[in-house]
């Protein structure tokens, strides 16, 4: 069936970086984008940003734009999401989306990964 | 920077009807989309392109478009609908996309 899998829960440092992986099956991941949503502890939904995995065009939130980079890996069907220069603030669980589209960015999302959580803490 | 505005709680009883309003500049612009989400789930996509409803999302849940502000109706509110729910589009140009700041739906 189509699925995203996501890597497991990581703690890290303030001013380090976490690389969350997000490995699709079930489907032809190149005909497809991306998302990328951060849920903080108790508070809302997040758009971080995009990708293609047709042909590697990203779009980021202009808050998070410096410290994040999204990238896809087509010979294993999986997309990466790296922030960089974590903060306490950047404690939450990080979602995986498929979108609807592989040329443009949509809310069309019907597949999600199981989430992630990364705790930024001294 | 773009925003959209969603009441934070909607109550209704069960039976009723429960209409869960999403307003932002670009609306007329640009689709809506809407999430349900229950604690500890990911969330799960109930309308696409303002009024769609995916397979697999009971007939119960509908979505409208007017101007500036697109509303999410459930009618015949069930307990399980108890959930947060949220909005998402983009700004004018398309490039970037948001959130609204999520409603909790309460089924009393």
């Known amino acids: 069936q189509v699925q995203l899998v996501q890597s497991g829960a990581e703690v890290k440092k303030p001013g380090a970086s976490v690389k969350v992986s997000c490995k699709a099956s079930?489907?032809?991941?190149?005909?497809?984008?991306i998302s990328w949503v951060r849920q903080a502890p108790g508070q809302g939904l997040e758009w971080m940003g995009w990708i293609s995995a047709y042909n590697g065009n990203t779009n980021y939130a202009q808050k998070l734009q410096g410290r994040v980079t999204m990238t896809t890996d087509t010979s294993t069907s999986t997309a990466y999401m790296e922030l960089r220069s974590l903060r306490s603030d950047d404690t939450a669980v990080y979602y995986c989306?498929?979108?609807?589209?592989?040329?443009?960015?949509?809310?069309?999302?019907?597949?999600w990964g199981q989430g992630t959580l990364v705790t930024v803490s001294s | 920077s773009y925003e959209l505005t969603q009441p934070p709680s909607v109550s209704v009883s069960p039976g009723q009807t429960a209409r869960i309003t999403c307003s932002g500049d670009a609306l007329p612009k640009q689709y809506a989309y809407w999430y349900q989400q229950k604690p500890g789930q990911a969330p799960v996509l109930v309308i696409y392109?303002?009024?769609e409803r995916p397979s697999g999302i009971p007939e119960r849940f509908s979505g409208s478009s007017s101007g500036t502000t697109v509303t999410l109706t459930i009618s015949g509110v069930q307990a399980e609908d108890e959930a947060d729910y949220y909005c998402q589009s983009a700004d004018s140009s398309g490039t970037y996309r948001m959130f609204g700041g999520g409603t909790k739906l309460t089924v009393l």
């Open positions: 079930g489907y032809t991941f190149t005909s497809y984008g």
């Open positions: 989306a498929r979108d609807h589209f592989p040329i443009s960015p949509s809310g069309w999302h019907i597949v």
């Open positions: 392109k303002d009024s």
